[in-house]
Nanobody, 124 residues
Framework: QVQLVESGGGLVQAGGSLRLSCAAS????????MGWFRQAPGKEREFVAG????????YYAGSVKGRFTIFRDNAKNTVYLQMNSLKPEDTAVYYCARRSTTGWSTSVRAYDDWGQGTQVTVSS
C-alpha cells in the first residue's frame, strides 16, 4: 500500500501563497497519476488539480485555474501544489491522492490512495 504524507498547510492572509507537498512511499509513484482535492466544513470533497504520470498533462478546477499549479518530481516521489492569490473560499483541508493508472481524473472514486490531509486557512 502506498503512503502519502502532505505538508505545507497553514494560515495565510488573502492574496498570499502557500506550497503544499505530498511525499509518496513505494516504487509506483513515477507511473501513477496524482491529484489534489479539498474539503471544506460541511461540504463534499472536491477536485482541485490533477497531473499525469510524467507531468506532461495537468488539469484544474475552474475555481483555481490561473492561481494554482500542480507539478511533480518523480526523482523525489513528491507532488506539489503551488497556491497563489489565495482567497478565503480556498480554506479547506487539502488531500493528495494517487491513481493506479497513468492519467488523471476529476473523480474522488478514481483514486486509490489518500493522504491524511493538511489544513489551509485563508484569512480575509
Amino acid at each position: 500500500q502506498v503512503q502519502l504524507v502532505e505538508s505545507g498547510g497553514g494560515l495565510v492572509q488573502a492574496g498570499g501563497s502557500l506550497r503544499l507537498s505530498c511525499a509518496a512511499s513505494g516504487p509506483t509513484f513515477s507511473t501513477s497519476a496524482m491529484g489534489w482535492f479539498r474539503q471544506a466544513p460541511g461540504k463534499e470533497r472536491e477536485f482541485v488539480a490533477g497531473i499525469n504520470w510524467s507531468g506532461g498533462s495537468t488539469y484544474y478546477a475552474g475555481s483555481v485555474k490561473g492561481r494554482f499549479t500542480i507539478f511533480r518530481d518523480n526523482a523525489k516521489n513528491t507532488v506539489y501544489l503551488q497556491m497563489n492569490s489565495l482567497k478565503p473560499e480556498d480554506t479547506a483541508v487539502y488531500y493528495c491522492a494517487r491513481r493506479s493508472t497513468t492519467g488523471w481524473s476529476t473523480s474522488v472514486r478514481a483514486y486509490d490512495d489518500w493522504g491524511q490531509g493538511t489544513q489551509v486557512t485563508v484569512s480575509s
